[in-house]
């Protein structure tokens, strides 16, 4: 069964860093595409950032130069790196991959439960 597992949100100033972590467990064969998105009280989860199994990252216009996602496969872990925060980027940030278990025949999409982000200005 495949699992992913956030860390690294809490409480911080704006203006502060946090490098938020997600790692795959399970059986798996192979881990494709790797997202992460949030959602803030009353608003629509939106995608903040991407990267495929080449390592091609995309972002959010929202948070264009404020981000930095990044993986090691080796260890089965996506980052984001935030920086120059801001109190609206408040929210529960959630680690989405497109993974294969050993058990199928195509990736499916998983999510993990999520860490939640608190900016204060």
């Known amino acids: 069964q495949v699992q992913l597992v956030e860390s690294g949100g809490g409480l911080v100033q704006a203006g502060g860093t946090l490098r938020l972590s997600c790692v795959v467990s399970g059986s798996i064969f192979s881990i494709h595409t790797m997202r992460w998105y949030r959602q803030a009280p009353g608003k629509q989860r939106e995608l903040v950032a991407s990267i495929t199994s080449s390592g091609s990252a995309n972002y959010a216009d929202s948070m264009m130069g404020r981000l930095i996602i990044s993986r090691d496969d080796a260890k089965r872990t996506v980052y984001l790196e935030m920086k120059s925060l801001k109190p609206e980027d408040t929210a529960v940030y959630y680690c989405?991959?497109?993974?294969?278990?050993?058990?199928?025949?195509?990736?499916?999409?998983?999510w993990g439960q999520g860490t939640q982000v608190t900016v204060s200005s």
């Open positions: 989405n991959g497109d993974i294969k278990p050993r058990t199928s025949w195509h990736p499916a999409a998983y």
